[in-house]
């Protein structure tokens, strides 16, 4: 009897710690969401239900929780410049096709060869301080709020480490959406299946995919199998630079018929799941669910539902991430030249607000002092 209690309680704190752990990325979701929604007029139905079953879909190959995040460099261009969600689909499509030939043709493994671990661990770092600096203008939002989830949140994780640290947030975060939450239509908002016309295809893949895709290797290929394999270790097994294109390619294709956002994994997500508690796929599982049911039950008013998310806790909840995602350059701190690469890659990436820049400048600087130390080698030979 009590070996059953025993274990009952056992499963019930570790379905706590799953919990948490599904919710970790919605500092980046939610905010993203919210944006395409209201400013680019995306069907909130379509939207959240492709990125619900990406997760599931993904947990289940993967067998860990994958993050699904909108593409955030093609989010920023179409909400700073209010381009229509027809021309985000079209670009979602054109970027699926690309990562799925990537993937079919081993092109994605080659590549894979251009990113040296200082380069990685930079693209990790400008990522963090990214996150960092993005989440300020959401604590400053709601200052009290902020103050009271991240003392919260340091007690969790610090100090009283039995408790999941999202779990008292989400609480709290529940509690005072409660008055910001509208009666509204129940029901899903209907969706509307199609193909982009080549004039979209076009515009979408010269404003979009362009700008998009040396960031979608470098963090949501690259960096992802590198941060999965650092946190899970064996677990991690079918995080490959072949599979990960592959399950990023299928869901965009399927999102832009269906009308959703353009998403992909990322290595700053990974990293968020993990850390507030997502040790298996089951915390993918949840967040899936969660979101199909947002999108069919409450379609109709799903932009007045995650809106009333206090903006506090999820500046909060991005600042945890920035700096945990900051702190994986630890590694490489002994060697001189990876970590000046790497802090090149950050810092102009950081300062440019474009990762594709530090990327570049940190793989010239690699290959650079490769040939110059391989032909000062040769001339001493």
Known sequence: ???SRRSFIDRTK??????????????????IAIALIAKNGFNPTA???MAGLFYITSAYYFKITMPVQPLKAMAAIAIASGLGYEVINAAGITMGVILLLISITGLSVK???FFPVSVIRGIQLGLGMMLIKASASLMNDEALVSLASGAILITSVFIIKRIP??????????ILSLKGIQPAAIGPV???LGLPSLNNLWTGFIILVLPQIALTFGNAIVATEATGKMLYGDRAGRLTLKAIPMSMGLANIASGIIGGTPMCHGCGGLTAHYKFGAASEKSGYIIGITLIVLAVLFGSSALYIISAFPKG???VLLCYVGVQHSLFIKDIL???????IALTVAVLGFLTNNLTIGFLAGIGIHFGLKTFTWTMNLLKG
């Open 47 to 49: 939207l959240f239900l």
């Open 1 to 3: 009897m009590k070996n």
């Open 334 to 340: 002994y060697e001189k030249q990876a970590t000046f």
């Open 313 to 315: 806790i999820l500046g």
């Open 111 to 113: 590549l894979g060869w």
């Open 165 to 174: 640290p999202l779990i008292p947030i989400i609480i709290l975060g529940i």
């Open 14 to 31: 570790q379905f706590m710690w799953d919990i948490s752990g599904a919710f970790g990325d919605i500092g980046v979701l939610f905010p």
């Open 190 to 192: 209907a969706l509307t």
